[in-house]
Each structure stands twice: as structure tokens, then as C-alpha cells.
């Protein structure tokens, strides 16, 4: 089993800067084979892609959407992923939430990942 924390949400304004954290928690975790991804979920709307990063190799993927202003990376030591998120906007409010999958083949596509968090939500006033 696999547990996935998420902190660092909140309240900012329109161009601000918010770093999500996710923690994680669990024996089965491979460094070797595992991605962690973010996603994201508006209200009424579907969980959507923002980024993901392959443990062993470091490479990370992003959604057009966020690239340039969203950085994803990871701390091997600590078994944590960030998202630092630069020049937020109010269409990036919803609620983020990681997640992890081993042998990921798509990181774009959610069903790839097998365990997520419970989220944290991130609001952009305007």
C-alpha cells in the first residue's frame, strides 16, 4: 500500500506563487518504477493533467496549460514531490491532487495512476 499526502494549498491572489508538496508513504514504492503526477479538478469539471515526474530518470512532463509557470520535482531522500507554481491564474483554481502508479506508460492519463491523495485546494482570486 501506498499513501500520498498533499499540503501547501491556499488562498492567493492573480499572479501569485503557491508551492504544493506531497509526501509518500509506503514500502511498495519503487524508485526504480514508479511516476508521481499531479492532477487537478475544477468544479463541474473532469480531473485534468498538470505534471508528472518519472522517480528513477527525473524527467518530468507538463500540460500546455501550466508549462513555464508550473515546476514539478522531487527529493529522493525525503520521498516528497513539489509543484512550485509561479503567475497563477483564477483558471488554475481547483482542487490538486497527487498521485503515484507504477510502470506508468501515459502520464497524462489518470487511470495509469493507482493510488492517490486526497487533495488540497488552490484558489486564484482575480
Known amino acids: 500500500q501506498i499513501q500520498l499526502v498533499e499540503t501547501g494549498g491556499g488562498l492567493v491572489h492573480d499572479g501569485g506563487s503557491l508551492n504544493l508538496n506531497c509526501e509518500v508513504f509506503?514500502?511498495?514504492?519503487?524508485?526504480?518504477?514508479?511516476?508521481v503526477g499531479w492532477f487537478r479538478q475544477a468544479p463541474g469539471k473532469e480531473r485534468d493533467f498538470v505534471a508528472a515526474i518519472r522517480w528513477y530518470s527525473g524527467t518530468t512532463e507538463y500540460a500546455d496549460s501550466v508549462k513555464g509557470r508550473f515546476t514539478i520535482s522531487r527529493d529522493n531522500s525525503k520521498l516528497t514531490v513539489d509543484l512550485q507554481m509561479n503567475t497563477l491564474k483564477p483558471e488554475d483554481t481547483a482542487i490538486y491532487f497527487c498521485?503515484?502508479?507504477?510502470?506508468?506508460?501515459?502520464?497524462?492519463?489518470?487511470?495509469?495512476?493507482?493510488?492517490w491523495g486526497q487533495g488540497t485546494q488552490v484558489t486564484v482570486s482575480s
Open positions: 498521485a503515484t502508479g507504477r510502470n506508468v506508460d501515459s502520464t497524462m492519463i489518470s487511470s495509469e495512476y493507482d493510488y
Open positions: 509506503g514500502r511498495t514504492f519503487n524508485r526504480y518504477r514508479n511516476t
